[in-house]
């Protein structure tokens, strides 16, 4: 069985949940696959009411869904009211995406018999996968990256069914979520939930799945791939793992925003955050150093999402320990409580400890590195491994070439004067980035372009009009972008 | 030593080539990487011209190469001209693209204070992967699918460095292909080459690769899956492997054309395409397949590209054996000749002997499977695994809708009364599909959208204008497609 726990007292909270046997398991792909027939097959349209819809159902059902979660997670009636919005607000963004219909990318080549060898009618447009796409729930996020999260959200749009294998940390939750949502879809088969690893393991081998996405630790991540690999059919692996988000300060930035910006974000949320500050290079500047040490001074820890993301911290923190401590927050209150911890080293003597010291420790705590000039700064960014984020404090853009230049190469999103925690969900954003950030850094898990993810193209060839899709014909009766004969027409 | 052999007598040809060795392979690989940065950096125009000079200097050396290629193929003049000009179109297309500047898929959100939370400026485009790109030539296509080939020229387009392995079928053509495009090069260092086996293997293994593109067998495809599985970083493998190609004939259908077309598109380059049609799905009736067996028992062999193919044609041709000989063509001339050879059967039959029976045999060989009704045809049509290509012939549409809808789940290319040998390259061209036609059914090796495996995009937020690339600037100054908050400008 499946229990959730509340952070705050360590005790059991809500209902105990069966895990899901493998003939369940094979149950739900099966009827979501079956469900998914008719899915593929609506319109864009049909498909953006049904995501309104489900938008709809969970801010209706709000109320409930913040205590039902902060129960199981400890993270506030604030925080999880917002994530409600914005996990509303991610089906909505997805709505109006199919809508535009740019998604498909359409492109229609006119026959050239004029060509050698001549030229045939080709057209082609993005499809929805064929198959059932499987949802590895995170922990973090009970609803913007759960049941209802942005993997399924965008795998919904694009016409998918979804299997979820829930994240233990907040069985409650997930199974509230999918109710709510099963009830707003044509076929409440289109969202299946399964409970327990076992039964995400015989999700990711079945063979009608096509797609998997995930957001959880290096780890958890290299497991699941290594289930992957061993499938006699391929699918892609959309896995976002681990960050550690470097922050280069260079000397032209306001110091008394980098150390208050930094103890705020280093905090948010216990740390719990993908884009957490881990890394913060800054200036050798005692004054600097102290402000941060000040900053950090005055935080707060609290609860962590659960036991064992508690001890991860803590065994993370130790590791940690080699180096001089800069400032400890103030310990939080709860069962599960930890404390903001913050360290500090010299660039050489990090370099030194590549890669280990700059393993992510997810939670409250970073690692301050001081560097002497940019030459030395650059190579030690030169040998950090990918991450989401990384950001640059300065006043003077040209002072930062260099460095955007060798950070361009770490990162799937670059800050200016920014902190990387809060991930806008908008057309433009890419949240993703080289390994160990993402399996698929050409992929995001964010924002409008994740429903990438879950399409492939097909190309008709001399195809007759009657039998295309709507976004291939030449009248273009939906009004999508179309790119005709090397011309895109919005 | 590597050696090239000449199909016609199976003697030696041409110099001998020696294997490269694992350091050599090191030496090429770090040295791509160094060329790269640069050519990374290129603007869309410079690396659009570079792309056109590599396309004059194949045209101008036409005489030469196929010359070269003719000795170790043995596929003619005709096509050997034909294919250096589809090459040269190739590099032509993807100068295009880049010019055009779609392909960046360029999104800019502005900062909007008014949401809650607050909606930093964010703008996303895609780059080149940073690293190099490795692409394992085909046998088939010593021109468009080998040195100077789709991959290289999409990757070079893209502006990432390439080194590739070079196909053994022709390696004195894959030597001088490589010369004459990085004589055009800035570097030559942007495009390496590696001969031999072992020299592949180390160098989807060597950590600075970053993707890998490949066409050839399941069996080669599969091994170079496993050792991109066992990498500490992943990257994307992007394998186009083995395709039956089915070609469905409905009654309606003029029985005349589809005999003829038929045993063309069979023989056509002794059967050496992966779109050769290697099921054909016809009604039961004596007087079709009467036609098809004279067509078929007109055609000519010749001789296949390799030894080893021909070996492989002729176990799959005894492998086929155990059905029905509907008609054999005429043997061709030359040491390695095969004959064009077509067995038949009912689909009940057929389907007992599934997946086995279906399995591709490379060369001028095919199965012609008769049915009796639409439900069983369909029955069998679903059973089929993927393919890169899948046809109809029909002369009403509405009788061909369910049949369409099957085979789309089946193939990456849907043609309607025509044969699936010949790819056009343009930009709606899609040649791809379901496993075992591609490990990548999300992407293309053929047409203008092929660039996209070498891309990752990058988001920027709150960016200072004069560190952003010019696709991301308010002013747009190269002109190129932007989504704007939302609206996308072409």
Tied chains: 1, 2.
Aim: hydrophobic residues 45%; proline residues 8%.
């Amino acid at each position: 069985m499946i229990y959730g726990y509340d952070p705050r007292t360590g005790e059991t909270v809500g209902a105990a949940l069966p895990e899901t046997d493998p003939a369940e398991v094979d149950t739900i792909v099966h009827a979501a696959e079956a469900a998914g027939a008719a899915w593929h097959a609506t319109s864009a349209e049909e498909r953006a009411r049904v995501l309104e819809a489900i938008a709809d159902a969970l801010t209706a059902r709000v109320d409930e869904l913040w205590q039902v979660a902060d129960a199981e997670t400890a993270l506030g009636e604030v925080r999880l009211r917002g994530e409600v919005a914005r996990t509303a607000g991610q089906f909505r963004l997805f709505a109006q995406v199919i809508r535009d219909g740019g998604y498909v990318e359409a492109i229609i080549d006119h026959a050239d018999p004029s060509l050698t060898p001549p030229r045939p009618d080709v057209r082609r447009m993005k499809r929805p996968l064929p198959g059932v796409v499987a949802v590895f729930a995170a922990s973090n996020f009970p609803f913007a990256f759960s049941v209802a999260g942005g993997d399924t959200a965008s795998a919904l749009a694009a016409g998918c069914p979804v299997v979820v294998k829930a994240h233990p940390g907040h069985p409650n939750t997930s199974a509230m979520v999918a109710e709510t949502v099963r009830a707003a879809l044509p076929s409440p088969d289109l969202l299946g939930l399964v409970h327990g690893m076992q039964a995400g393991a015989d999700l990711v081998r079945h063979p009608v799945v096509a797609a998997a996405g995930f957001t959880g630790s290096v780890a958890g991540g290299k497991a699941i791939k290594a289930l992957i690999d061993q499938r006699e059919v391929p699918i892609p692996f959309y896995g976002e793992l681990g960050s550690v988000n470097p922050v280069v300060v260079l000397p032209s930035a306001r110091a008394d925003e980098v150390a208050k910006g930094f103890a705020a974000s280093l905090t948010l949320g216990v740390g719990q955050f993908c884009t957490n500050p881990g890394l913060l290079f800054v200036p050798s500047d005692t004054e600097l150093l102290d402000a941060i040490a000040d900053a950090v001074a005055g935080t707060t820890g609290g609860p962590m999402l659960g036991e064992r993301i508690r001890d991860g911290y803590l065994g993370g923190v130790e590791r940690l320990g080699e180096l001089r401590s800069l400032a400890s927050g103030k310990p939080g209150e709860g069962a599960w409580a930890v404390t903001p911890q913050v360290f500090v080293t010299d660039v050489d003597a990090f370099a030194e400890k590549l890669p280990r010291i700059a393993e992510e420790c997810f939670g409250p705590a970073s690692v301050v590195v001081t560097y002497r000039d940019i030459p030395g700064l650059l190579a030690v960014l030169r040998n950090l491994e990918g991450s989401l984020t990384a950001t640059i404090h300065a006043n003077v853009p040209a002072e930062a070439t260099q460095v955007a230049e060798v950070l361009g190469r770490k990162a799937g999103r670059l800050l200016w004067n920014g902190w990387p925690t809060g991930v806008a969900v908008c057309w433009a954003m890419h949240h993703s980035g080289p390994w160990p950030a993402s399996t698929a850094p050409a992929h995001t898990s964010v924002g409008a372009t994740a429903i990438d993810r879950w399409l492939a193209p097909m190309a008709y060839q001399d195809w007759p009009s009657e039998l295309l899709p709507p976004e291939l014909q030449d009248g273009n009766p939906l009004g999508v972008p179309q790119r005709v004969d090397g011309r895109l027409n919005p």
